[in-house]
């Protein structure tokens, strides 16, 4: 019964996306709207994660609903209109990324995402300790991420950022990025084993410091 419920209600809403895809394509102001309102935090949240600053992410969110309006006509549906709005997300964020590591040619450079992961990509240590240990612990390991995912490729850290953040299955993370599923392991896997060498300096005392939820293998 469960999954005769499941496949009603994702029947329904691809229902419900191609018809907001008609409507975009014949220019309903209101179809736009409701895609705003339904993706505008999606955006923003991934382009926060993959980009330097706020207002870099900011910007990147109005240039890609700004596509969505001149280039939705190009939209023939090999995809759902949410993985098409997250490969338009990177490619605005790759721009930006390339636009920035050309300027700053040889000067180093931070991603600024303090605050952007949710309670479940923090790190807690596998043993029971203080409260106000675990908390200085989750603070040291989130700045530890944002620290490693500022240093690795942008190819690696998208992937890394929508497998173990945005929960994207590989075969959907294969669509947006529009690489084989094969390659996006690959990258993950790379990604993943950059991140745990800068982990290893924020395990006070050699604490063993696990991994919860979003870096899960």
């Not at 040889?106 to 991603?111: D, I, M």
């Not at 850290?157 to 529009?178: C, M, N």
Request: net charge positive; aromatic share 8%.
């Amino acid at each position: 019964m469960a999954q005769l419920t499941t496949s009603i209600h994702s029947e329904i809403a691809m229902s419900h996306g191609e018809t907001l895809v008609s409507r975009l394509k014949a220019r309903d102001e209101a179809a736009f709207e409701e895609v705003f309102e339904l993706y505008k935090d999606m955006v923003y949240s991934l382009a926060t994660k993959l980009l330097t600053d706020k207002s870099e992410a900011y910007d990147v969110t109005q240039d890609v609903f700004l596509v969505l309006y001149r280039q939705v006509k190009r939209f023939r549906g090999e995809c759902s209109l949410k993985t098409w709005l997250y490969r338009v997300t990177l490619n605005q964020a790759a721009n930006r990324n390339r636009w920035w590591r050309r300027r700053f040619r040889g000067r180093p450079t931070t991603l600024s995402i303090t605050g952007s992961f949710d309670d479940q990509t923090s790190l807690e240590p596998a043993s029971q300790e203080p409260s106000l240990d675990r908390q200085l612990l989750s603070i040291e390991a989130r700045e530890a991420i944002e620290e490693g995912l500022a240093r690795l490729p942008f190819d690696q850290r998208a992937a890394v950022i929508l497998r173990d953040v945005q929960h994207l299955s590989y075969e959907d993370i294969a669509k947006t990025v529009g690489v084989s599923a094969g390659t996006v392991k690959s990258r993950i896997a790379r990604g993943r084993e950059k991140l745990r060498r800068v982990l290893q300096r924020y395990q006070p005392g050699g604490r063993k410091c696990t991994v919860k939820k979003s870096m899960r293998s």
